[in-house]
């Protein structure tokens, strides 16, 4: 069984950055995708970006490409996504994910992730 419990959100101002946390316990399989999802008010709940537990490949949607950076310390079980130059759309709850044996291909589908955290608030204001 895997737990996943995020950390860093909270208010920030248009151009600021912040830095999420997810740390992950349990043990975690060589295979494993995580994930970062968010999901504003009204909306459905997006990809933002995944990592290779393995190799650290990395994917992310073109709305954050530039700003967003995805990264993890397996040592430490925990992926971070350091955001930067923050705009009033990225508001919303994050949430991190973990899809064992997973892959770059579906790495975008919610449905493929098993396991999530409770989530983080983001707030841009502008």
């Known amino acids: 069984q895997v737990q996943l419990v995020e950390s860093g959100g909270g208010l920030v101002q248009a151009g600021g950055s912040l830095r999420l946390s997810c740390a992950a316990s349990g043990r975690t399989i060589s295979s494993t995708l995580m994930g970062w999802f968010r999901q504003a008010p009204g909306k459905e709940r997006e990809f933002v970006a995944a990592?290779?537990?393995?190799?650290?490949?990395?994917l992310y949607t073109d709305s954050v490409k530039g700003r967003f950076t995805i990264s993890r310390d397996n040592a430490k079980n925990t992926v971070y996504l350091q955001m930067n130059s923050l705009k009033a759309e990225d508001t919303g709850v994050y949430y991190c994910?973990?899809?064992?044996?997973?892959?770059?291909?579906?790495?975008?589908?919610?449905?493929?992730?098993?396991?999530w955290g409770q989530g983080t608030q983001v707030t841009v204001s502008s």
């Open positions: 994910a973990a899809n064992p044996l997973g892959q770059v291909r579906g790495a975008l589908n919610t449905r493929n992730y098993p396991y």
């Open positions: 990592i290779s537990w393995s190799d650290g490949t990395t």
